[in-house]
């Protein structure tokens, strides 16, 4: 079992910055790689960015930033430059086979979420 806690959400105006972090537990934090997605009201869970190699979705690269420190079981992701249309229900993930996915169904374990509102 593996047991993520998204924080770091919040309201921030357009081109603000925020940072999310996820707290893992319950297995080898080190051995999976982390993938951090979206959902906005009525859309699909998207991808955001993920963590073994790090990649991104088009729209925020160049403006998000994952990242992660093993010693504190964490995984960030700084946020840049910040737009409406990034508004959305944040989650971080845990893919157990260690490379990651854009794929959702290949994470095994979610956070709860974290809302994050920017406001034009």
């Known amino acids: 079992q593996v047991q993520l806690v998204e924080n770091g959400g919040g309201l921030v105006q357009a081109g603000g910055s925020l940072r999310l972090s996820c707290a893992a537990s319950g297995r080898t934090f080190s051995n999976y790689a982390m993938g951090w997605f979206r959902q906005a009201p009525g859309k699909e869970r998207e991808f955001v960015a993920a963590i073994s190699s790090t990649y991104y979705k088009d729209s925020v690269e160049g403006r998000y930033t994952i990242s992660r420190d093993n010693g504190k079981n964490t995984v960030y992701l700084e946020m840049n430059s910040l737009k409406p249309e990034d508004t959305a229900v944040y989650y971080c993930?845990?893919?157990?086979?260690?490379?990651?996915?854009?794929?959702?169904?290949?994470?095994?374990?979610w956070g709860q979420g974290t809302q994050v509102t920017v406001s034009s």
């Open positions: 993930a845990a893919d157990l086979r260690g490379w990651g996915s854009r794929r959702r169904y290949d994470y095994a374990y």
